[in-house]
């Protein structure tokens, strides 16, 4: 045994050192690479859609995030794997499709289902890198308590030392910082501790919706920046980039922000950027035209998880309103964040050598179809940014609108740091696209979603193409094998609801053309070309061990 472990050890040293000296030799991607490996900065951004300047959308003012954007390339048409945190969190840190990774909801664990699952950190760990990581990167609820142990060489700070808060100001709760809500939010905590202990006691979300004031969906509140968790963890990384900066390994730090998630919170300057008069509603309210109904959700989160909301299928639209607000103010803020950590790249002087990974975990519906939240296969739900940015990039400041997805990230960031990019990964490399050499790297983005109306099960797949998106509604045979978690519950051999949009004539989704004779022949090559897929997700392994 100890002479296994030596050889282990001799091994993994002989493998850092040709990983080193690969990157230097600039193995690949392009341009003038630096001759030490390149850091990485990671920054995930919960909730954030693709509503920003560099997206061609100036609703949102974001000139931090298109200052990113300028030194690198924005991923236009890119998606995530399942629209909601804990799934796409899970399937773009490992580079594994939802499928694979059997994580499907907030409550699996991913190294339960999958003991030897490889992460992005992970390998980059391995090849010699500091990792570590504040705030959200992982769901907490699909990893361990050290929030994905094996990542990180530097464990993950949950809060501590790398929160710093503005003087005078304590912890928020539950995010907030108004003193009456946080009592009343303390409050409704402590009647739901007392709840537990009672045979049938209220739940969590009965205890919240009875409690006025409790958890409202938002908060303006004056103060400053880092009087919240996103600005005092951003101080937290300022500090640590320079422990970092000032270390002999190259690092993967990530960022992760928890904004612009519900609730919708951020300092009074961040509402102050917008005047409510002027804040546009969704343009389409209704479900598409010959669309099922089980593509849709009635904002779950949004009217489960807060207190206050109006009980109308309909919201009031000043209300609506005041949402959008709260989420623009947020995303304004979290923006403001991202040039704080851009400034200290610089003034460390580590730019030239920093790989910059900005992406939302998935999109957010804003009142479109009737809907808020994300849960869903439409493109507000999985359309998601994604902006890279290599200093020695030949397309600094482009864009492209090939299709792309999150599976695509852990390659890219192999590829560019000239780390060998792990077999077992089915996406691909983005780097081609940022090298100007490819048009595009693949034909589709590929997206999915469970429901279960009825206490039926259905899973949803979607592809994404540079024009369409086809999504098809397959019955699960073995529904009590899905709800244990088991990974063989099987689908029928044909779906039970299809849907096509064509959004160069019709953006908004306003009609299914899956029952129009002309589409057919489209119909039939997108149902072909799903099925591959799916039984290539299904031949996929979770580490190239």
């Known amino acids: 045994m100890i002479n296994q472990i030596a050889r282990r050890g001799l091994v993994l040293s002989l493998g850092l050192v040709t990983v080193f000296i690969s990157a230097?030799?600039?193995?690949?991607?392009?341009?003038?690479?630096?001759?030490?490996?390149?850091n990485v900065l990671f920054i995930p951004v919960d909730d954030l859609k693709p509503m920003l300047g560099c997206y061609g959308d100036d609703t949102i003012k974001t000139p931090n995030i298109d200052r990113l954007a300028k030194r690198g390339m924005v991923f236009l048409n890119n998606h995530c794997q399942q629209a909601v945190c804990g799934?796409?969190?899970?399937?773009?840190?490992?580079?594994?499709?939802?499928?694979?990774?059997?994580?499907?909801?907030?409550?699996?664990?991913?190294r339960d289902m999958n003991p030897d699952?490889?992460?992005?950190?992970?390998?980059?760990?391995?090849?010699?890198?500091?990792t570590t990581g504040l705030g959200k990167t992982y769901d907490s609820r699909c990893v361990d308590k050290?929030?994905?142990?094996?990542?990180?060489?530097?464990?993950?700070?949950?809060?501590?030392?790398?929160m710093i808060y503005a003087e005078g100001?304590?912890?928020?709760?539950?995010?907030?910082?108004?003193?009456?809500?946080?009592?009343?939010?303390?409050?409704?905590?402590?009647?739901y501790q007392q709840e537990k202990k009672k045979e049938g006691g209220r739940s969590e979300k009965e205890i919240i919706k009875s409690s006025p004031g409790a958890r409202p969906a938002y908060e303006c509140c004056d103060v400053?920046?880092?009087?919240?968790?996103?600005?005092a963890r951003t101080a937290?990384?300022?500090?640590?980039?320079?422990?970092?900066?000032?270390?002999?390994?190259?690092?993967?730090?990530?960022?992760?922000?928890?904004?612009?998630?519900l609730p919708f919170v951020a300092p009074k300057k961040y509402w102050d950027l917008y005047d409510p008069k002027k804040i546009e509603l969704a343009e389409y309210i209704k479900m598409p035209a010959d669309a099922p109904s089980i593509g849709y959700q009635p904002g779950w989160e949004l009217r489960g998880m807060y207190s206050d909301v109006p009980a109308d299928d309909n919201l009031p639209e000043e209300y609506q309103r005041t949402l959008i607000h709260g989420y623009m103010a947020c995303v304004s803020y979290i923006d403001a964040q991202v040039g704080r950590l851009l400034d200290q790249l610089d003034e460390l002087g580590i730019a030239d050598n920093t790989i910059i990974c900005l992406w939302g975990d998935h999109g957010w519906h804003l009142g479109d179809h009737n809907m808020w939240c994300k849960h869903s296969n439409f493109e507000q739900g999985t359309h998601s940014p994604l902006i890279v940015a290599a200093p020695w990039s030949k397309t600094k400041g482009k864009t492209t609108a090939a299709p792309?997805?999150?599976?695509?990230?852990?390659?890219t960031l192999c590829d560019l740091s000239g780390l060998e990019i792990p077999s077992h990964l089915p996406g691909k490399s983005l780097v081609p696209l940022m090298d100007g050499k490819a048009g595009k790297v693949k034909d589709f983005a590929f997206s999915q979603y469970p429901r279960t109306p009825s206490g039926k099960v259905y899973m949803g797949y979607t592809l994404r193409d540079e024009r369409y998106r086809y999504i098809a509604w397959y019955k699960v045979e073995d529904e009590q094998a899905y709800k244990n978690e088991k990974r063989d519950f099987g689908m029928q051999a044909e779906p039970a609801f299809i849907e096509l949009y064509d959004y160069e004539k019709d953006p908004l989704e306003t009609q299914s053309l899956a029952g129009n004779p002309e589409q057919a022949g489209r119909i039939a090559a997108y149902e072909k070309a799903l099925k591959q897929k799916i039984a290539e997700i299904a031949a996929c392994k979770v580490s190239s061990n």
């Open 404 to 411: 792309s997805e999150f599976v695509d990230v852990f390659p």
């Open 146 to 162: 050290k929030l994905d142990e094996p990542s990180w060489s530097i464990p993950y700070s949950k809060g501590g030392a790398n």
């Open 224 to 231: 400053p920046d880092d009087a919240y968790y996103d600005g």
């Open 117 to 130: 699952i490889l992460t992005l950190p992970q390998y980059f760990k391995q090849m010699g890198y500091e």
């Open 87 to 110: 799934p796409s969190r899970a399937s773009l840190m490992t580079g594994l499709y939802a499928d694979t990774t059997r994580v499907y909801d907030l409550a699996t664990k991913m």
């Open 169 to 191: 100001f304590e912890e928020p709760v539950y995010g907030f910082q108004n003193p009456e809500t946080k009592k009343r939010n303390l409050a409704a905590s402590k009647l």
């Open 236 to 261: 937290g990384a300022m500090k640590l980039l320079e422990k970092l900066a000032a270390a002999d390994k190259p690092f993967f730090l990530s960022m992760g922000y928890q904004k612009p998630h």
């Open 24 to 38: 230097a030799a600039n193995v690949h991607g392009a341009g003038n690479k630096p001759k030490r490996p390149p």
